[in-house]
């Protein structure tokens, strides 16, 4: 079980962890595809009146794919910023606002859960 997060703890030394609901491949170049299915039965019924497909597919460019890689359960934020920069150098700059971001981003779509390193 997962220890509650709290205030205090330090954005840099959470693991984030990929949700199982979540499928993704690899494509060309290394870049990622995450695939949700569309399942609900809100989706159901908006797929009847618009015609849209059962699977939504969200392609991330190339920092983006670099992240989702790199989050594997065990590596905490900081960690993961370090291979970030390692690999991008500068272009990644300001390197810890936009990781954060991106986090939050995963975290708040669902795709990723934080939790305190064990």
Known sequence: MAKKLTNQDNFLDLVPVRSEKINWVTLENDIV?????RN???DKVVRVFFKTPT???IDLDQYGSYIWTAIDGKSDISEIAEGFKEKFGQEVEPLYERLGS???ILRN???VKLEKKS
């Open 33 to 37: 595809q995450i695939q949700i299915d």
């Open 40 to 42: 609900s039965w809100l």
């Open 55 to 57: 699977m939504m597919k």
């Open 102 to 104: 991106y986090v939050n």
């Open 109 to 111: 779509n669902e795709f």
